[in-house]
């Protein structure tokens, strides 16, 4: 990595305007510095970014001598734009619009980043210059499509990067680097020069290291383009974060493909949210989540193919197999099909207005999980659907998003929470993130004074009321068993209940043990409803904790389920 991977727009800037740096001393960093696998597709040569470097004399300018990429579908005057295709490449005599704004603000271009094939696909893993790993390492994938840009931010290549959003690709690869993605209000950055995925859907979207830079990054490239049909003009006004009314998912409507630690950090980032909003209300997200399958599952497809038929049809060879599979699928569709799934996608449009009259801003997991690049090859369009789950449906439902890291889940993967707005909302949404990430101030911590709690059943991590107790300031700490007095029933109402019975009577019964805030219990004990209670269980390991408890009279009527030796354990015999 190089110097500038602990810095940022505004770092450099302020070292420029002490005398401790200067453009041609960045320029020389970015030319010495080793470049992480995959990362590039075409860099701009050593002597063009030097001559760069020296022509800048302006330092009043808002990206004055700062180094960025841009991703290799967006075009850049005089180096080859391939969208990941040599066969496709073509070098332009203009660039795009947005990336000629940037150079106008005083940045220096470093060079054009690898992507999924025809911006199709979330992984990072579908291109023919080679698949892209995390910063994190072991394997993991960067995300995609803008898998080089994320890469070249995380790892300090650059300040910024520019990637492109159809259904995650703005936001995904940020989330698995741990930086920040800003995918704006679509048209607000203008698309024109841009190699289209679908058209009316495409965004250029914003990575960097810090919300003040994506905000920064913003404010320069923002604004109409007279070539530009799709460009738009941003309207409203922004929130500060003490006023917005936060939304947070319904525990029943997630999931996070059995990543338990995802659904842990989740809970916890809203919990840091909601410290610094006005209110909090659950939300059904059915709407935003059956938008989002008419992208893969529907008609939108036939846009993509719309762009690139011709060229398909003469290059077939030369394009990845399963990125032809899933372009050229859009021929299933007919013109019928395209017609019902706009008018269903109008009322779910209608449906998520509503909901953004009752919030300002939806906070959600950017990802339900994350995977390895092998686990990529095993399962390519499952798990690509997996990673899309939060993210699609933003562009169709004309929605603005920022990305924020999250911290790490207990296996060191990166975790992030998607701040989600209506059409332009970006003030609103850059002051949360930057309140967020504490660029704004310190977020108050919970309390340090804990309790431990055993649970049993519907609190378990995964199950559906895990989120109460995270949302609490919850912890996990460990998983043990009771002593062999106790028997678990299922109630009629599908609740597990756990009754104290004589010594050798019942078995040993699989617990988890969380650490609360003592400040929370009150809360807790309020939501607790008969049969249920907090008493004190015993732990094969000698020890006493307080637990949820089932008063014996319930069992009369309930289904002893004690032979599981556990509620997961009794849900997975099932087949639940």
Same mark, same amino acid.
């Given at each position: 990595?190089?110097?500038?991977?602990?810095?940022?727009?505004?770092?450099?800037?302020?070292?420029?305007?002490?005398?401790?740096?200067?453009?041609?001393?960045?320029?020389?960093?970015v030319?010495?510095?080793?470049?992480?696998?995959?990362?590039?597709?075409?860099?701009?040569?050593?002597?063009a970014?030097?001559?760069?470097?020296?022509?800048?004399?302006?330092?009043?300018?808002?990206? &004055?001598?700062?180094?960025?990429?841009?991703k /290799?579908?967006?075009?850049?005057?005089?180096?080859?734009?391939?969208?990941a295709?040599?066969?496709?490449?073509?070098t332009?005599?203009?660039?795009?619009?947005?990336?000629?704004?940037?150079?106008?603000?005083?940045?220096?271009?470093v #060079?054009?980043?690898n992507? /999924?094939?025809?911006?199709?696909?979330?992984?990072?893993?579908?291109?023919?210059?080679g698949?892209?790993?995390?910063?994190f390492?072991?394997?993991?994938?960067?995300?995609g499509?803008?898998?080089?840009?994320?890469?070249?931010?995380?790892?300090?290549?650059?300040?910024?990067?520019?990637?492109?959003?159809?259904?995650?690709?703005?936001?995904?690869?940020?989330?698995?680097?741990?930086? $920040?993605?800003l995918?704006?209000?679509?048209?607000?950055?203008s698309?024109?020069?841009?190699?289209?995925a679908?058209?009316?859907?495409d965004?250029?979207?914003?990575?960097?290291?810090?919300v003040?830079?994506?905000?920064?990054?913003?404010d320069?490239?923002?604004?109409?383009?007279?070539?530009?049909?799709w460009?738009?003009?941003?309207?409203?006004?922004?929130?500060?974060?003490?006023?917005?009314?936060?939304?947070?998912?319904?525990?029943?409507?997630?999931? &996070?493909d059995? /990543?338990?630690?995802?659904?842990e950090?989740?809970?916890a980032?809203?919990?840091?949210?909601?410290r610094?909003?006005?209110?909090?209300?659950?939300?059904?997200?059915?709407?935003?989540?059956?938008?989002?399958?008419?992208?893969?599952?529907?008609?939108?497809?036939?846009?993509?193919?719309?762009?690139?038929e011709?060229?398909?049809?003469?290059?077939?060879?030369a394009?990845?197999?399963?990125t032809?599979?899933?372009?050229?699928?859009?021929?299933?569709f007919?013109?019928?099909?395209? &017609?019902?799934?706009?008018?269903?996608?109008?009322a779910?449009?209608?449906e998520?207005?509503?909901?953004?009259t009752?919030?300002?801003?939806?906070?959600?997991?950017?990802?339900?999980?994350?995977?390895?690049?092998?686990?990529?090859?095993?399962?390519?369009?499952?798990?690509?659907?997996?990673?899309?789950?939060?993210?699609?449906?933003?562009?169709?439902?004309?929605l603005?998003?920022?990305?924020?890291?999250?911290?790490?889940?207990?296996?060191?993967?990166?975790?992030?929470?998607?701040?989600?707005?209506p059409?332009?909302?970006?003030?609103?949404?850059?002051?949360?993130?930057?309140?967020?990430?504490?660029?704004?101030?310190?977020?108050p911590?919970?309390?340090?004074?804990?309790?431990?709690?055993?649970?049993?059943?519907?609190?378990?991590?995964?199950?559906?009321?895990?989120?109460?107790?995270?949302?609490?300031?919850?912890?996990?700490a460990?998983?043990?068993?009771?002593?062999?007095?106790y028997?678990?029933?299922?109630?009629?109402?599908?609740?597990?209940?756990?009754?104290r019975? #004589?010594?050798?009577?019942?078995a040993?019964?699989?617990?988890?043990i969380?650490?609360?805030?003592?400040?929370?219990?009150?809360?807790?004990?309020?939501?607790?409803?008969?049969?249920?209670?907090?008493?004190?269980?015993?732990?094969?390991?000698?020890?006493? $904790?307080?637990?949820?408890?089932?008063?014996?009279y319930?069992?009369?009527?309930?289904?002893?389920?004690?032979?599981?030796e556990?509620f997961?354990?009794?849900r997975q015999?099932?087949?639940q």
């Amino acid at each position: 990595m190089t110097a500038l991977a602990q810095t940022g727009i505004a770092a450099l800037r302020d070292a420029y305007a002490r005398g401790e740096l200067t453009p041609a001393d960045v320029a020389e960093q970015v030319i010495a510095a080793p470049s992480a696998p995959g990362v590039w597709i075409s860099r701009v040569p050593a002597a063009a970014l030097r001559a760069r470097a020296r022509e800048l004399r302006d330092p009043s300018l808002p990206l &004055f001598g700062i180094p960025f990429a841009v991703k /290799d579908n967006i075009d850049v005057a005089g180096l080859p734009t391939t969208a990941a295709c040599p066969a496709f490449a073509y070098t332009p005599d203009r660039g795009a619009p947005v990336v000629e704004r940037l150079l106008a603000a005083g940045a220096m271009l470093v #060079g054009k980043t690898n992507l /999924d094939q025809f911006a199709t696909g979330l992984t990072g893993s579908r291109s023919p210059y080679g698949a892209v790993e995390s910063i994190f390492g072991g394997g993991l994938i960067a995300g995609g499509s803008s898998s080089g840009s994320a890469v070249a931010v995380a790892s300090g290549a650059v300040a910024f990067a520019l990637g492109t959003d159809t259904a995650g690709s703005g936001r995904v690869p940020a989330a698995l680097n741990g930086i $920040v993605g800003l995918k704006p209000t679509r048209g607000l950055l203008s698309t024109a020069g841009v190699v289209p995925a679908c058209r009316s859907l495409d965004c250029v979207s914003v990575f960097t290291l810090d919300v003040a830079d994506a905000r920064t990054v913003l404010d320069v490239a923002r604004g109409p383009a007279a070539a530009d049909p799709w460009s738009r003009t941003a309207t409203g006004e922004s929130l500060p974060p003490a006023a917005v009314r936060l939304g947070v998912a319904r525990p029943d409507t997630l999931d &996070f493909d059995g /990543d338990h630690g995802q659904a842990e950090r989740y809970v916890a980032g809203c919990l840091a949210a909601a410290r610094l909003t006005s209110a909090v209300t659950e939300v059904d997200l059915a709407p935003l989540l059956e938008a989002g399958g008419l992208l893969y599952e529907g008609p939108w497809v036939v846009e993509r193919l719309a762009d690139l038929e011709d060229f398909l049809d003469a290059h077939a060879g030369a394009v990845l197999p399963l990125t032809l599979g899933i372009l050229r699928g859009g021929h299933r569709f007919s013109a019928a099909d395209t &017609f019902r799934a706009q008018h269903r996608l109008q009322a779910l449009k209608a449906e998520t207005a509503r909901l953004f009259t009752a919030i300002d801003v939806l906070a959600l997991p950017t990802v339900p999980t994350t995977f390895t690049l092998d686990e990529i090859a095993e399962e390519p369009l499952r798990r690509n659907a997996v990673l899309g789950r939060y993210t699609q449906f933003a562009n169709l439902l004309d929605l603005a998003v920022v990305t924020v890291p999250n911290g790490t889940t207990p296996q060191g993967r990166p975790a992030s929470l998607s701040l989600i707005g209506p059409a332009f909302a970006e003030g609103t949404l850059l002051g949360l993130a930057a309140a967020f990430r504490g660029e704004a101030g310190p977020v108050p911590e919970p309390p340090a004074t804990t309790v431990e709690l055993a649970v049993a059943g519907h609190h378990l991590r995964g199950e559906a009321r895990n989120a109460e107790l995270v949302a609490l300031g919850g912890r996990f700490a460990r998983t043990t068993r009771t002593e062999a007095c106790y028997r678990l029933y299922r109630l009629p109402t599908g609740v597990p209940g756990l009754v104290r019975v #004589g010594a050798g009577q019942g078995a040993q019964i699989e617990v988890e043990i969380w650490r609360l805030p003592s400040s929370a219990v009150g809360a807790l004990l309020s939501s607790v409803r008969p049969p249920l209670s907090i008493g004190y269980l015993s732990t094969v390991d000698g020890q006493t $904790v307080q637990g949820f408890l089932c008063e014996a009279y319930a069992a009369g009527d309930a289904q002893d389920i004690t032979a599981s030796e556990g509620f997961r354990a009794h849900r997975q015999e099932e087949g639940q």
